[in-house]
């Protein structure tokens, strides 16, 4: 009893400090639950229990050395659960494990199956039978009965299609995903988020046997704060994906329909005190020979006690062309005060940092700086770090006589550092033959070397957003970026039909919205 109190006093402490984020978004719900009432992955106006509120890309570092390199693989505060999960797959809802989230429900006998993937395609033999389910291609309908008719997403996904549907028999595939991982010895003490980076459509998560929440949204990433869940040795996490859910009323995408958790799993983990979500602004003036970073900060408390005397300081780094390399900038800092945080509360502190000259960033010479924030006490001590890369670029659309133009063409030109860009571009889904959605880094290096060596400046990701990694080569080697929100509902089309009408739909577009906008604010391209 005792330590079932101490788990309910620390998840309602979690739960009062997710309520204190600005800006929450509706549908997204916190509370301690003890299990799902098994009606979420059909109820459009509930988008996420527990999950965080969206936030810049940006990860926690132990020192400014590490945090100079960005990537999270560099951070000893970031874990991968990329690898082999045991593996469950059923044809339908009624047919999953129930228990498989007990810690002494054993699944040594199921399957291997590597994540990130999508198991339709992990699932075909060499000799061509499918172990894990059809790989589903249309263009605009959903995978499920429907009609174009007003209201009909009331029937749900779980309605009886024609016979010769593959989903007739496979109604709505489930698969149960288990691993177990130890934390590492350092992050004692801290405060421990699992992050997924993607995974189609929907699913229901548990820590150590525990309920934890649910997310929708395919393809923006869902983190857990699971420090109430955690125990000293081996944990358990268990996920189960549902391959349709009301979501996918959302996700009709020209595209294979492939469920699964085909993006990175992680851990992260943060001080008590920590920075939740970071933005920096870059803005150049009319002349183009100055900078200013306009850094917004939102400092969490999750500790019960008011943290006062703290502040930001950042520096600024020049990265080298095409480099990672970076180099110290001198008297290139800012330092931000940070008004007394309450328990479990939310402030946000603001500054400006200015840079003489700076190289700009455009998909012919990609420019980057390393901002380095450091939060620190009363005395000076760093507690923790975090990163960014930046470029300073002005992006302008502007009415254009032609006299100005060097075609002698008047029109709505797009402006790059004040000259005019044309964009050369091509439209990207994320599709590996081997792994389905699931891409790899490799895979994406090479794909940006050929649009540079074509001489494509632009990108169209459609129709959602990519992995994250895909920003940071985009950063890196310079494509213009256009970036979808994971919003595709046309098979209703566009009469009294679309899903853009009824009010239950509202919050899940606003938040695919805000999901994407928030997750990416801070790349240059």
Not at 114 to 139: E, F, L, R
Not at 258 to 272: E, Q
Not at 299 to 304: E, G, S
Not at 362 to 378: I, Q
């Amino acid at each position: 009893m005792k330590k079932l109190l101490i788990i309910i006093l620390l998840f309602e402490s979690f739960v009062s400090a997710a309520f204190a984020i600005r800006d929450s978004l509706g549908g997204f719900q916190y509370a301690l639950v003890q299990a799902p009432d098994g009606k979420e992955w059909e109820s459009p106006e509930r988008l996420a229990l527990n999950k965080e509120q969206p936030r810049a890309t940006f990860f926690s570092f132990a020192d400014v050395v590490s945090a100079r390199k960005v990537l999270p693989e560099h951070s000893a505060y970031w874990m991968s659960l990329n690898g082999d999960w045991k593996f469950k797959w059923v044809p339908n809802p009624d047919e999953r494990p129930k228990d498989f989230q007990r810690t002494d429900y054993d699944v040594s006998a199921w399957d291997d199956i590597h994540v990130p993937s999508s198991w339709n395609i992990y699932g075909i033999q060499k000799d061509g039978t499918q172990k894990y389910g059809t790989p589903i291609y249309v263009n605009q309908p959903v995978i499920f009965q429907h009609k174009v008719a007003v209201d009909d997403w009331r029937g749900g996904v779980m309605r009886t299609p024609p016979a010769h549907w593959t989903t007739y028999k496979h109604r709505n595939e489930v698969g149960s995903y288990r691993r177990d991982f130890t934390l590492p010895a350092g992050w004692n003490g801290r405060e421990v988020f699992i992050n997924f980076d993607g995974v189609d459509s929907f699913f229901y998560l548990w820590i150590n046997g525990q309920y934890v929440g649910f997310s929708k949204n395919s393809r923006n990433t869902a983190s857990f704060n699971i420090t109430p869940y955690l125990t000293a040795g081996k944990n358990t996490v268990a996920v189960a994906v549902y391959r349709s859910s009301d979501a996918s009323f959302l996700e009709a995408q020209d595209m294979f329909r492939l469920p699964g958790i085909f993006r990175t799993v992680a851990l992260t983990s943060v001080p008590k005190l920590h920075v939740r979500d970071l933005v920096v602004t870059p803005d150049l003036n009319s002349a183009f020979d100055e900078g200013t970073l306009s850094i917004k900060a939102d400092i969490r408390n999750l500790d019960k006690k008011e943290a006062k005397g703290y502040s930001m300081v950042y520096s600024l780094y020049a990265n080298k062309l095409y480099s990672d390399e970076n180099t110290p900038l001198a008297n290139v800092e800012a330092v931000a005060s940070i008004v007394p945080v309450g328990k479990e509360g939310v402030v946000t502190c603001e500054t400006t940092l200015a840079l003489p000259k700076p190289l700009l960033w455009s998909a012919e010479a990609p420019h980057r700086y390393t901002l380095v924030g450091e939060l620190k006490d009363k005395k000076g001590r760093t507690m923790e770090t975090v990163s960014a890369y930046v470029g300073f670029r002005k992006v302008e659309i502007k009415d254009t006589p032609a006299s100005e133009d060097e075609f002698g063409l008047a029109g709505r030109y797009y402006y790059i550092n004040g000259k005019t860009v044309k964009l050369k571009g091509v439209n990207r889904h994320e599709t590996n033959p081997a792994l389905g959605h699931a891409i790899t880094r490799e895979q994406m290096e090479k794909e940006v070397m050929l649009m540079k060596r074509a001489n494509i400046n632009h990108v169209r990701n459609s129709h959602y957003p990519d992995d994250p990694y895909w920003y940071y080569l985009c950063d890196k080697y310079g494509i213009y970026l256009e970036d979808e929100a994971n919003l595709e509902s046309h098979q209703y089309y566009y009469g009294k039909a679309s899903l853009s009408h009824p009010v239950e739909w509202e919050k899940a577009h606003v938040a695919r919205v805000m999901e994407m906008v928030h997750g990416n604010v801070n790349h240059p391209s």
